[in-house]
């Protein structure tokens, strides 16, 4: 098994610096003065067209109508301009055309991919989903019933509360406790005004960000970008968003429900995307938890000692929360110990660092893996947005391997030091967790 998961990151290594070398990336400049990455690939006859609104995500939710960008996103295709639901739906399925669209806390997107013969008609019908969206009343009210149900199933689950609880105590009063899908009580509250306000002061030209991945050329694209976007707001309106204050003090949140299992998440501060840090906190993260079966978290809680079925972490970097974030499940009996053990390690690698063997399988790994992003168009037209959202340069697909290779023993032992702090860690259990309070931890607090 060891031997076949070399063999696969060496393949997927191989692969994915073949791919990033050979990619080139073009800026181009509509006549409209619309901007865009493209990365041409003739292989298949088609385009992929990855674009985003920055700060147009669920922070942009007015209060007491939570979900607001989420509702919107069910329903842009849901018929536009003199189209009506069905026939707009029709059009797209008539041409096996794909157009969808996504809302996170920070940003809200959409994806167009359509073969070469029907793009005139992709970008049309991708242009009046954006600029003239109907918002029937019968589409409103069939999307707004499927999000409450959809809502109401989940409350019952676990996992689902302790996200909500664990937002709540984290983000406070700030934007982005608010729930993306919302909740019952606020997605009834919005009204189809708010909707329209939310295309008016959201979907604006100067929030945009482009990238276009297939087969189709300079001139082409800057068409297609006056055609898909020129129709939208330049401006939209002006919201700041103040950096959220989370916890630098660790406390433990136990939420009551009758379950066999509880779910544990837990962290604390973490790195911004632009911390010249980053990369070390990316392959700290990888060791400690991220790594899958190969963490510290992992081998300590399910390896040794069968606590959880699983446990990880990640990095989260959202421009004004960094935080670096864990999660495991576990019978109620066996909470106590597994949080031990979740400051145990974190802990030990404050203090300890790590070894050269762990530090350089981790940097192959990560290596290796990045390969996954290049397995299709609308993943690398994912990848080039992000990266322009995150105002990282075209020669980051190049030079991302040497970021990672330049992380050293000594980085991680000086850094590891500051960024891993155990007692600030704050965790919400969500369960009947037995035994915590025998706990020598920071202040515990039962809801």
Do not use: C
Not at 396 to 419: C, G, H, M, P, W
């Amino acid at each position: 098994m060891f031997l076949r998961l070399l063999f696969l990151i060496a393949i997927n290594l191989i692969i994915s610096q073949g791919n990033a070398n050979a990619m080139a990336i073009e800026k181009v400049t509509s006549p409209g003065g619309i901007e865009a990455w493209l990365v041409k690939d003739q292989s298949i006859p088609l385009i992929a067209v990855r674009f985003i609104f920055r700060g147009s995500g669920a922070i942009s939710d007015p209060s007491g109508k939570a979900g607001r960008a989420n509702m919107v996103s069910a329903l842009l295709d849901e018929g536009a301009g003199t189209l009506q639901s069905q026939v707009f739906q029709k059009e797209l399925q008539d041409r096996s055309i794909v157009l969808s669209f996504t809302t996170s806390k920070d940003f809200f997107g959409g994806t167009l991919k359509v073969l070469n013969k029907y793009r005139s008609k992709g970008i049309e019908l991708a242009s009046l989903a954006l600029s003239a969206p109907r918002f029937d009343e019968t589409a409103v009210n069939r999307i707004r019933a499927q999000i409450v149900s959809s809502l109401s199933a989940q409350a019952a689950r676990p996992d689902y509360k302790a996200r909500r609880e664990w937002s709540r105590m984290i983000y406070g009063s700030h934007p982005y406790a608010r729930p993306v899908m919302g909740t019952q009580k606020s997605v009834i509250n919005i009204k189809n005004s708010d909707l329209h306000s939310f295309v008016n002061d959201n979907l604006t030209l100067d929030r945009l960000l482009v990238s276009i991945v297939g087969d189709i050329g300079i001139e082409e694209v800057k068409s297609l970008l006056d055609e898909m976007f020129g129709n939208l707001p330049k401006r939209g309106k002006q919201t700041k968003v103040a950096v959220a204050q989370i916890p630098t003090k660790g406390a433990v949140h136990i939420f009551s429900k009758a379950v066999p299992q509880s779910v544990v998440l837990f962290g604390h501060r973490g790195v911004s995307r632009k911390d010249p840090n980053f990369y070390t906190a990316y392959v700290i993260n990888h060791i400690l938890g991220g790594g899958s079966f190969t963490s510290r978290l992992y081998n300590s809680v399910r390896e040794e000692r069968g606590l959880a079925y699983s446990v990880s972490t990640h990095l989260s970097v959202r421009r004004n929360a960094p935080l670096i974030v864990g999660q495991l499940s576990t019978s109620n009996d066996r909470v106590a110990e597994s949080v031990r053990l979740v400051r145990s390690e974190w802990r030990q690698m404050a203090s300890n660092g790590v070894g050269l063997e762990a530090l350089n399988n981790a940097k192959s790994f990560i290596n290796g893996s990045f390969a996954l992003q290049f397995s299709s168009s609308d993943r690398i037209a994912n990848l080039l947005t992000i990266m322009q959202y995150y105002d990282l340069s075209p020669s980051y697909l190049r030079k991302r391997r040497e970021y990672i290779n330049s992380v050293s023993r000594t980085d991680i032992q000086k850094f590891a030091q500051k960024f891993l702090n155990a007692d600030a860690l704050t965790f919400v259990v969500v369960g009947q967790p037995i035994g915590l309070e025998g706990i020598k931890a920071p202040p515990e607090k039962r809801y």
